[in-house]
Nanobody
Framework: ELQASGGGLVQAGGSLKLSCAASGRTFSSVTVGWFRQPPGKEREFVAAISWNGGVQNYADSVKGRFTISRDNDKNMMYLQMSSLKTEDTAVYYC????????????????????WGQGTQVTVSS
């Protein structure tokens, strides 16, 4: 139901834009977010945006470099990543909450019910 894309290999300092397409159901009324899982580590929160875009939350490690956005008409969400660092290397996952019209932007993996398959981002030095 969620399909992440846009990952790839980029040099440090470069940019990438990830996309997440929803199908089978609409996610326009729920919070959506991005998580990542670096090699050998647990999945961690990156960013989240409320259903109407009014509330956003970012991990401290990406603040000022990453921007989350969504297009509810297209049932899409995005993660614009700039000034990439080698430590941003990870598999990136999009996720969706299931509580409609609620401005919670949770940072916990357990509070998201729908997950995409992940897209690999590799940042080289």
């Amino acid at each position: 139901e969620l399909q992440a894309s846009g990952g790839g290999l980029v040099q440090a300092g470069g940019s990438l834009k990830l996309s997440c397409a929803a199908s089978g159901r609409t996610f326009s009324s729920v919070t959506v977010g991005w998580f990542r899982q670096p090699p050998g580590k647990e999945r961690e929160f990156v960013a989240a945006i409320s259903w109407n875009g009014g509330v956003q939350n970012y991990a401290d490690s990406v603040k000022g470099r990453f921007t989350i956005s969504r297009d509810n008409d297209k049932n899409m969400m995005y993660l614009q990543m700039s000034s990439l660092k080698t430590e941003d290397t990870a598999v990136y996952y999009c996720a969706a909450d299931n509580v409609p019209y609620y401005n919670r932007v949770a940072v916990s993996v357990s509070q998201y019910d729908y997950w995409g398959q992940g897209t690999q981002v590799t940042v080289s030095s």
